[in-house]
């Protein structure tokens, strides 16, 4: 278990990271932007930095508690660090390099765990080659068995895979995802590329300014963000103001600037302003025949454009959803404004609202080459859609 709390520093006045990983959390990954402290908070997990204030336990042990006046030195912590750079020594060979660490354990364990590390590492055969003869790849595997070598109770990796190439990156990405599993050791991840958050850890935590924006599972990161920042940050372009028009048993109806839709939060309050999103790949297109007109007083989207209220409802001009066999479902009428191709399929832009200009539109979603086809989107500017509602997020601001 690691807590950690550490609420400035004097060259980061706003830096504050509370973060707290229990024994079944194997890897988490701390995502954010370049200059958010990701990298800074390793170094002061690890001790290579001292922190103004707070403290740091480990597994029941103190590193640091700026109170008491607790701040062990890097070589007592028990943590393994991998730079990002590797940092490997380039006069010492693959062998000295994974033995630095253990220099005063025996000869004989000395042997035995550099020889364990070369085999899980598939590094058999380059004990005696030097650094720079070595691939990334392989440099990589020697500085993480480094890391490994004096059996730490936690890992750090700091953008262990950003300066390898993709084809790379990708196969040692599902390596260390089967290894995490075999070594069994709790690891702090910090990365900036979301792919490789969600491939590899069980939970994230997402970091701005110095700051823990949210902690959770990677698919409450990604599915249910509670700021702004960090959805946008996990990809999601379609984010809006609305306010809680109705309330019921297991839904709330909240009204964006343009459009309402049906979401599945009884626990707000009519009245209440939120925010709601969804990502663009969770936006679907729906076939006509399964849409439907709404029986009630608010018909939304037409062919004609625009979106006009029926029956006297107050609000402007936002746009109802139609029925899905039978049901309300968030199906609205989209104009298709632009379209932007893609390695698997294309990102499309739309109004629900009728035409308006290609840079002022309501939807992002992302379709397959596929479905594109299906659906004869190259021919036609107008489909029908679905915000499926339990793919809605919806937070307080």
Same mark, same amino acid.
């Given at each position: ?140 595997? /020697? ?8 059996? *730490? %109770?936690?890992? &750090? =990796?700091?953008? !262990?895979?950003?300066?390898? #190439? ?103 309050? /009519? ?8 990502? *663009? %790949?969770?936006? &679907? =297109?729906?076939? !006509?025949?399964?849409?439907? #007109? ?104």
């Amino acid at each position: 278990m690691l807590d950690v709390e550490l609420t400035k520093r004097m060259t980061s006045p706003d830096f504050d990271i509370r973060l707290s990983l229990s024994a079944g959390d194997e890897l988490v990954a701390m995502l954010g932007p370049s200059g958010s402290g990701k990298s800074l908070t390793l170094r002061l997990i690890a001790g290579i930095l001292r922190p103004d204030a707070g403290r740091i336990i480990l597994n029941g042990r103190t590193l640091f508690d700026s109170t008491r006046g607790i701040n062990l030195a890097p070589g007592r912590r028990q943590i393994g660090f991998v730079f990002q750079d590797y940092a490997l020594f380039p006069h010492l060979t693959v062998a000295q390099n994974i033995a630095y660490g253990i220099n005063r354990w025996p000869l004989g364990e000395r042997r035995r765990k550099v020889t364990e590390l070369l085999k899980l590492m598939r590094l058999e055969g380059l004990e005696r080659e030097f650094p720079t003869r070595l691939s990334g790849g392989q440099q990589q595997r /020697v500085a993480l068995a480094r890391a490994l070598a004096p059996e *730490p %109770e936690l890992l &750090l =990796l700091d953008e !262990p895979f950003s300066a390898l #190439d993709n084809r790379v990156r990708e196969r040692l990405v599902r390596e260390f995802s089967h290894l995490n599993e075999v070594i069994g050791i709790t690891t702090l991840l910090v990365t900036h590329n979301l792919e490789e958050a969600y491939a590899l850890s069980s939970k994230i935590a997402v970091v701005e300014g110095g700051r823990l924006l949210q902690f959770g599972t990677r698919d409450e990161i990604l599915r249910r963000p509670q700021r702004r920042a960090v959805a946008r940050f996990t990809g999601t372009r379609n984010i809006f103001d609305g306010l809680v028009i109705e309330q019921g048993p297991s839904y709330s109806l909240v009204r964006g600037e343009r459009f309402e839709v049906i979401t599945p939060h009884p626990s707000l309050a /009519v009245g209440e302003r939120v925010v709601f999103s969804i990502r *663009p %790949e969770d936006v &679907l =297109l729906v076939p !006509p025949e399964n849409v439907a #007109d709404q029986e009630a007083d608010w018909a939304g989207h037409t062919e004609g454009g625009g979106c006009q209220p029926e029956g006297g409802r107050e609000s402007g001009e936002s746009s109802g959803s139609r029925l899905i066999s039978g049901e309300r479902q968030n199906a609205f009428l989209a104009t298709l404004l632009e379209e932007r191709p893609r390695s698997d399929g294309y990102t499309l832009y739309v109004s629900l609202c009728g035409p308006k200009i290609p840079a002022d539109y309501d939807l992002e979603l992302t379709v397959s080459k596929h479905l594109y086809r299906a659906f004869g989107l190259g021919r036609r500017k107008t489909f029908y859609l679905q915000l499926p509602p339990e793919d809605i997020s919806v937070w307080r601001e």
